[in-house]
Structure formats: C-alpha cells, structure tokens
C-alpha cells in the first residue's frame, strides 16, 4: 500500500476544520477523507493545535480552526453552532487570579457550552 505524503493528509484535514461550521472529532474527520485512517488525523490535529492553528474541545471531544488569539469558544448545546472569542481581559483577570494564589498557568482556554439566539427561539 502506498504511504500518502504528510502534508497531503494535513491539507485534507485542514480543509475539513475549515469548512466546518460545528466543531468535529478526529473519528468523524477520518470518516470524511477516504483511506485516511483516525491515527493520521491525530497526528495532524496534533501539529495544528502545537502551532495554534486548531484547538481542541475539551467538551466534546473536537477540534476547531483557531487562532492564537482565541481565548474562548461558546457553543450551542442544541445545534452545535461555535463561535471563537478574543477576551483578552478575562484572560487578564484568571491570570491575576491565579498569581495571587501562587499558581502558575500554563494555558487558559474557555469553553462555554449554552444555547445560541436561533434555537432560544
């Protein structure tokens, strides 16, 4: 069997995480992409999230195209909608927080799961 390049699968999936409009897991990614097996998508979800291009969703298990400014993400429980955040204050403010408890972040990243406006209705 002929091994694909690395840079062809990290396109392929790269492509997936951008079109998508809910955040996707790596099994439903190597689902999408024909002879592309779930350890060659962790592999490049992997570098993308090093790199910050992606992040991971610790919530559900997924992955999103991000950027290194994004601190946050809210997503809709019903539809699974997301939207990335830049709140640089809150950020700011957990950091202080943990300062003054002597406790030293290494990453701060928010996920805030609810309903979004269309499906409040």
């Given at each position: 069997?002929?091994?694909?390049?690395?840079?062809?699968?990290?396109?392929?999936?790269?492509?997936?995480?951008?079109?998508?409009?809910?955040?996707?897991?790596?099994?439903?990614?190597?689902?999408?992409?024909?002879k592309v097996s779930a350890t060659?998508?962790?592999?490049?979800?992997?570098?993308?999230?090093?790199?910050?291009?992606?992040?991971?969703?610790?919530?559900?298990?997924?992955?999103?195209?991000?950027?290194?400014?994004?601190?946050?993400?809210?997503?809709?429980?019903?539809?699974?909608?997301?939207?990335?955040?830049?709140?640089?204050?809150?950020?700011?403010?957990?950091?202080?927080?943990?300062?003054?408890?002597?406790?030293?972040?290494?990453?701060?990243?928010?996920?805030?799961?609810?309903?979004?406006?269309?499906?409040?209705?």
């Amino acid at each position: 069997m002929k091994r694909r390049k690395a840079f062809v699968v990290d396109e392929q999936v790269w492509k997936v995480l951008v079109n998508s409009t809910q955040p996707v897991g790596a099994y439903q990614i190597a689902n999408m992409l024909p002879k592309v097996s779930a350890t060659q998508v962790y592999r490049v979800l992997e570098r993308l999230v090093s790199s910050g291009k992606a992040r991971r969703i610790a919530a559900g298990n997924a992955f999103v195209v991000a950027s290194s400014k994004t601190d946050a993400i809210v997503i809709c429980r019903k539809c699974g909608e997301f939207e990335l955040l830049e709140c640089p204050e809150a950020i700011e403010g957990l950091e202080r927080h943990c300062d003054g408890r002597s406790f030293q972040a290494k990453q701060i990243f928010l996920e805030m799961i609810g309903t979004c406006r269309d499906c409040r209705g």
